[in-house]
């Protein structure tokens, strides 16, 4: 009797562990789409499933870099924190912290520019409005 008890306890632990695990979609899945500055709507970035980010600024395309998604970024460096690390065709990297995506399907990516610390919103849909 004691071991049909522990195989339930084992089997209903799996079971949750599991659906935890698989109902948590990963930074990377979320930041996909398309992302609107907030501070200015003609400004775009367009993350894609294979690690490419496409900036363009009132319809006109201007740079393509390549994206990771990462606990550390540069010199940053955090378990608990996700970073985007940007790397240009020239090998250039930048380095943002991921602050939340979409939290609640608020609609809103919100990041930290870590080389000046700025902070940067952007919307996945041109109609929402942030309020503070």
Excluded: H
């Excluded at 907030?38 to 319809?59: E, I, L, M």
């Excluded at 740079?63 to 378990?79: E, F, G, K, L």
């Amino acid at each position: 009797m004691k071991k049909l008890l522990l195989f339930f306890v084992l089997l209903f632990q799996m079971v949750v562990i599991t659906g935890y695990s698989q109902s948590a979609d990963p930074s990377s899945k979320k930041i996909v789409g398309t992302w609107y500055a907030d501070a200015n709507r003609n400004t775009r970035w367009v993350f894609t499933a294979d690690g490419k980010v496409f900036n363009y600024d009132k319809n006109t395309f201007k740079v393509m870099y390549r994206y990771t998604i990462s606990n550390s970024c540069q010199n940053n460096s955090d378990d608990t924190l996700e970073f985007v690390t940007l790397m240009d065709k020239d090998g250039d990297e930048y380095c943002f912290r991921i602050n939340a995506i979409n939290e609640n399907k608020n609609g809103v990516l919100s990041m930290t520019n870590m080389s000046n610390m700025e902070a940067l919103l952007f919307v996945n849909d041109i109609n929402i409005v942030i309020t503070n």
